[in-house]
C-alpha cells in the first residue's frame, strides 16, 4: 500500500500570467509504524489538536512516528504531475496479513516564507526549531539567509485516512451538506466489496439530485434547501445486505448554516426492523432513538462505534461536539408473534389467523376442546403474504376451535 497526496487546485487561473505556481503549504506526514485489523470508524479519524496527547484516536492503537518533517506541497501549473512538490508520495508499507488496516495523519502549517517573482516557495528546509526556515537561498538576485526567516506559519488543520485493504461491501458513514444552485461533489455512498451490487434509495432527495443505483454516487445540483432524511439499501451476492439512514442538509445560497451536528442509524441485519430519531441536532440537545423490530424479530441493543450503549429500544442521549452513528441490532424472536384472529366480510369464510414467517418452523396446531390428547397439527390451506401466515376458516365454523402454535 502507498499513500499519496496532492495539493488542491486553484480556485481560479491566477490574474497574473508571471505566476507560475498556486499557494505553498508546509505538510507533516505522520504514519503507524504497525497496522492490525481492528476496524477503524470515521469518527476515529477526528484527531484536531496536534499538542494533544490524548487525542490520538487515528492511530487505531499502534504506535507512530513521523515519516516525512516538512515539505512544501506546492502546484507548479506548467507541470502536468504539478512539478516536484506537486504530489507527496509515501513510502510503500508491507501488509503481511494482508487484512490490516493502515492509518495515516496529514498535518498542514502556513507557508510565511519567501517566494520568488513566479510564485514559487523558496523555502524548501526547515530548522531545528520548527520555526525558522534553513540554509541560504538566492531569491530574486539576493541571497537570502533563511535561518534569520521565519517560514512557518500556524497550524491549519490536519487531515486523517485509513485503509481497509480487505473491505467488504458497506456504507459511508455521513453525507456532507450542501447549497442550494451549487453543484454537489459527488459523493460515492457505497463501499463496493469485492462482487458487484445492487443499491436503492428510500426517501426525498432534494430536487435536482439523484442517486445511481449502479455506481452507488449521490450527485446533482440542489434546488431546494432543507433538511432531508433518505435510506440506503446496498446488496450484494457475497455479502448480507446493509442499510444505512442519512440526513443530507442543504442550505440557502450564501448562508452559513448554524452548528449542528448529524445523528444517523442503521439496522442490523438489514430489514429485521426500523427506527427513528435521525436528524441534525444543535450541541448539546437530546436525542431520542427508537427501534422497531419487523415481525419475527426481537431488539437486542444499540451500538455505537462497536460498544454497546443501550439494550432499551428507546434511547436517549446528549449530542455532543462529534457526529454519531448508532446501529441497532436485531435478532430472530425466540416465540413467533401472538396469531392475530381477523373477521374479514368475505363470503364463506368465518375467520382468518395470521402469524410471523419469521421464526420458521413453527407448527399450527388445533384442538376443539383443549384437552392434551385432543391437539392435531393443522390441515388448513396457508397462503403466506407480506410476511405472515395466513389460513382461512369456512362457514360455519364450529361452535369451539382453540389454535396454538408449537415450538419446532
Partial sequence: MQAVIEPPEPPEVPENPDIEFGTAVWVKEIRTTTHNNNKVELRDLVSDDPDDTDDVNWRNGEPD?????????QEEFSKPDGGNNGRLVAAPENLDDGDEFVTRRYEFYEYVGPIDENGEAKATNVGPDDLHGDGIKTINGEDIDL?????VGE????????VDVDGGLGLIDHVSEGEIDVPYTDRRVVVAGAAPF???????LPEGMEFNAISG??????????????????????????TKNYVLMIAEASAVL??????????????????TGDGSYAPGSEVSLHATPAPGYRFENWTDNGAVVSTNSSHTFAIGDVNRSLVAHFVVADVPTPIELNRAPVPGVAFSLEWSLLPAGWILEESP????TSWRTSTRDDAPHDGLHHIEVAEP????????LKKP
Fill in 217 to 242: 454516487v449521490l450527485s446533482g445540483t440542489p434546488a431546494e434547501s432543507g433538511t432531508f432524511p433518505f435510506s440506503v439499501t446496498v446488496d450484494e451476492v457475497a455479502s448480507p445486505p446493509v
Fill in 397 to 404: 365454523a364450529p361452535q369451539k376451535l382453540f389454535f396454538r
Fill in 369 to 372: 376442546d383443549l384437552s392434551p
Fill in 155 to 162: 497550524y491549519k488543520g490536519a487531515q486523517m485516512a485509513a
Fill in 65 to 73: 512516528e513521523i515519516e516525512v518533517e516538512w515539505q512544501i506541497l
Fill in 147 to 151: 535561518s534569520t526567516i521565519i517560514v
Fill in 258 to 275: 448554524p452548528a449542528t451536528y448529524i445523528v444517523d442509524t442503521s439496522i442490523s441485519p438489514a430489514a429485521t426492523g426500523q427506527t
Fill in 198 to 204: 445492487t443499491a436503492a434509495v428510500e426517501g426525498p
